[in-house]
């Protein structure tokens, strides 16, 4: 991830303030922003001679000289998606923004072209029971049910190395010996597996207390848990995290859902208006989060804890939390038909 300090432009700026970003910088590339971070454009060498060309001097701003219209990404494109678009338009590194258009990184064909790997801990909780699926859970725990034709636990872990994230921390429970028989310490998936093995339920955040001195992690670190199928870019959602200075970082996606009668609304028995049908929108949890090490401090040791109660008690304290708006691919498979759902839609998601 840039440093993007070093490479933010405004409208005031010279040409000169400019070459010299563009020269000192790795990327040769500049963003031109608000006051409020939003990006109005980019800048680049070849910008630059064409001012230059064209009469300008090195103490006149770039007013006139930056690109308006830049090729931007959001921070839920994927990988794939970013790599086709740059290809597409010829272009090599290419502003990722927010909702409001504020620029969260800047990612670099080269780079998204390499293998990575990150240092950032996945640590997956698979120790459910399972109780809805059942009689598919009777022999089998969840995230091992095929779905694609492999486990759903193995695309999550595939799914997290392509992006370079490769030590995973395992909290399993029921039936354990089936997950751990068939990833054994990761290789054959090239990642790194280790294990917490959970002797009672622990919440979607208790098992965190189980890691051991050398497991806990030194970087902010994902927990997610093992019965989803999603499509999400890690990387945008550990980026989103660090550049908001997160604590804790819920993904969310948006729930719609409709009342199948007129709503009447009432002021001292007084029909004020009737809505017909309305159609409520919230934010779920989408059980992915990224937490900063010192989360496991505030989890009690060996009890049952669930992450609202830890998201709650971080708001409670002033402390920063956020949500990251997760709008690709998302399918938490927790009941038969969404199990069904799951098989029918792999094919055109993975």
């Known amino acids: ?35 409020q971070d939003v990006l109005l454009g980019t800048l680049s060498d070849g910008d630059i001679r064409r001012a230059i060309l064209n009469g300008k001097g090195l103490e ?21 998606e970013i790599i086709n678009l740059c290809t597409s338009k010829k272009i090599y590194q290419i502003p990722v923004v927010d909702e409001r258009g504020r620029v969260v990184s800047i990612k670099i064909l080269d780079e998204l072209l390499k293998p990575k790997s990150h240092p950032n801990k996945v640590v997956l909780m698979v120790g459910g029971l399972g109780t809805r699926l059942r009689p598919l ?14 486990p759903i636990l193995q695309t999550i ?37 280790e294990y917490v093995l959970e002797n009672k339920r622990m919440g979607t955040a208790g098992a965190l ?27 945008n959602m550990l980026e989103f995290h660090i550049s908001n200075n997160s604590k804790a970082t819920m993904a969310v996606r948006e729930y719609d859902f409709q ?22 929108k919230f934010f779920v949890s989408a059980g992915i989060y990224m937490l900063n090490p010192d989360a496991i401090e505030l989890i009690p040791q060996d009890e049952f804890y669930d992450m609202p ?22 399918l938490d498979i927790g009941r038969i038909e969404e199990y069904e759902k799951a098989n029918s839609e792999y094919g055109e998601v993975f």
């Open 1 to 35: 991830m840039n440093k993007l300090s070093h490479i933010k432009l405004t409208t005031n700026s010279t040409i000169k303030e400019a070459l010299k970003i563009i020269d000192t910088g790795a990327i040769k590339f500049a963003i031109v922003v608000d006051g």
């Open 60 to 80: 006149d701003t770039i007013e006139d000289v930056y690109f308006k219209n830049p090729t931007v990404v959001k921070v839920d494109s994927t990988k794939e």
């Open 137 to 150: 859970t009777e022999t089998t725990p969840k995230p091992m049910l095929p779905v694609g034709g492999k």
């Open 157 to 193: 872990v595939e799914r997290f190395a392509s992006y370079g994230f490769v030590n995973i921390v395992m909290c399993v429970g029921y039936k354990s010996s089936i997950i751990q028989d068939y990833f054994g310490d990761g290789s054959r998936f090239g990642v790194n597996i």
């Open 209 to 235: 207390s189980l890691l051991s001195d050398a497991q806990k992690p030194k970087e902010p670190f994902f927990v997610m848990n093992g019965d989803l199928l999603t499509n999400m870019n890690f990387e």
């Open 259 to 280: 009342v199948p009668y007129g709503v009447v609304n009432v002021d001292n028995g007084k029909i004020i208006n009737i809505e017909e049908k309305p159609v409520h």
């Open 309 to 330: 109660t830890l998201f709650e008690k971080y708001i409670e304290s002033g402390e920063n939390t956020i949500s990251f708006p997760l709008r690709e691919y998302w």
